[in-house]
Structure formats: structure tokens, C-alpha cells
């Protein structure tokens, strides 16, 4: 089940590449469109342009996070976009309302270092904030869009976890309350997962990933309903966003905060909150 080796660098570098991503994107952006303001406002003076785009790319990066999280709270996928697509055109109103106030407020700032004055909507600010609410419903689903199809090539790349399924006729071949075996979808093919391999679980937005071997594996769950399908003898709750094989546990390190550092045996190290310290040293043979 491995991945390429170019997958498994863009892994180790993930975030970076986020980041570096968005800014790359809206940084050309304010670039192409502060030259097209230019050569459409000949008359203006050279640094207004500038000021104009810049100023609404600044506010859009910061702003950038929420939209982040609010599609990761109500993703859209295939089972729920009806229910999540009008939630998104709602949340589009407060993104463009902040938006048209910071990006106004910073161009005024700009226009008073300027010695010049600034009106912002003039008369007629509800038809200008109505068009500036076109563009900006505009790109909040720019952002809500990339960022789905940026999930479905992560999970088409890094495997999808799925539990078994009871077939339609006769009776299962295991137990389907307590998977001994999960199935991947990866790149087109399928494979089978033992639960006895997974190292470790962690919370993931609508997420439970499944680690195993340096790899995680996404399953569609919550924590409180994959632990009720998990082996009590062989995984532990050590946090509210982890649990561990016990096969796999090497050392508990105490904390003078009363939590504890698990290191695994691939040097991993997951936090165990206090709450279930005790009943993981406990378990794992070791006096409290």
C-alpha cells in the first residue's frame, strides 16, 4: 500500500506547501489585477491601483483561516452538499462584509498617509456594496471549491479507510461491530487493512486517521463511534483526539502538568491527557 516517493515528500512538507500555495495564489493575483487596474485607470495616480488590490488581498489571506475552518466543519462532499451548500452561501455574507470593511478601512488609512481623501461607497454605497458581494461570494466559493478538490486528490493519493460493510446475504465473515479488518481505497485499487496494525488513531476534523507505518489513513467517523468498534484489549483512549495500540507503546513519560508524552516504537511521541493517564499506566504494567 505504499505511496510514491514524490507523495510521501510532499507529506513531510504539507503544511509548508499550504501555505506557500495560497500565498503563491493570491499574491499573483494581486499582481496581474493591480496591472490591469492600472491600464484601466490611466488618470489615476500610479500608487492607487496598488493600493486598491493590495489592500483587498491582505484582508482575503487574513480571512483565508476561517474559510479554512468553516469548510472543514461543514465539508462538502456528495452524501451532504445540499445540507452544507446553503450553509456556505450564509457564511458568504459575514465573509464579505468584513472584507469590504477591512479592505476599505485600509485604503482610507492609505489615502490619510497620501494627504488624500477617500470616499468609500459615496451615495450609492448599498449598489456598490452589492457588487462588491457579487465578487466576493465569488471567490469565498473560489476558496470552498479548491479546498474540496484539494481533499478529494489528497484522499485519491493517500488511500481512504472504510469499515467493512455486512453483505447482503449470509452472515458476515467477521464481526462488523468490531472490524478485524478495514478496507482501503487508493488510486483506483482496494486493499485490506488489519486493525492489529494501526499504531495509533487521531482526530481529524470529520476525520479518524488511521496511522500505520509512517502513513495515515483517513476514515469518514468521530472518536466516540470508531472507539465502540475498537478492541478495549488492544487500544486505549490516552486524549481526547487519540488512541493507542498497546502493541505499539514503548514508553510513558510523565509531565509536571499531570498529562503524560507517549513515545511508539517508530519514535512517534502522542499526548495522553490526565483523565486517562492512570488507567493507561495501569494497563500498561506500570505502578501509578
Known sequence: MGTTPGFDIYQRWRRPFEVGAWVAF????????SINSRLDHAGAA???PWLWEWS??????ALLPGVIALERRWPIRFDNWRRNLPLHLL?????????VSAMHLLR???????????????????????????KDVRTY???????????????????????????????????????????????????L??????????ASGNYVNLHVRGRDY?????????????????????HRSHFVNLDYLAEIEPLESGDARLQMRDGAKIPCSRRYRAALRERFGQPD
Open 108 to 134: 482610507k488609512l492609505g489615502y490619510l498617509a497620501a494627504g488624500r481623501p477617500y470616499d468609500a461607497f459615496g451615495a450609492s454605497w448599498w449598489i456598490n456594496f452589492g457588487y462588491e458581494y457579487l
Open 218 to 238: 483517513p476514515l469518514r467517523a468521530t472518536m466516540a463511534g470508531i472507539e465502540e468498534r475498537l478492541d478495549p484489549a488492544r487500544f486505549v483512549r490516552v
Open 26 to 33: 493570491f499574491v499573483l493575483n494581486g499582481i496581474f489585477n
Open 56 to 61: 483587498s488581498l491582505l484582508v482575503l489571506l
Open 91 to 99: 457564511f458568504s455574507v459575514p465573509f464579505s462584509l468584513i472584507h
Open 46 to 48: 500610479a500608487w492607487e
Open 141 to 191: 466559493f473560489v476558496i470552498v471549491g479548491t479546498l474540496v478538490l484539494y481533499r478529494l486528490w489528497r484522499l485519491r493519493q493517500q488511500g481512504e479507510a472504510k469499515l467493512l460493510a455486512a453483505p447482503d446475504e449470509g452472515a458476515p465473515v467477521e464481526p462488523v461491530d468490531r472490524p478485524e479488518r478495514f478496507l482501503v481505497r487508493k488510486l483506483g485499487k482496494e486493499f
Open 193 to 202: 487493512l488489519n486493525a492489529s496494525e494501526i499504531e495509533w488513531l487521531q
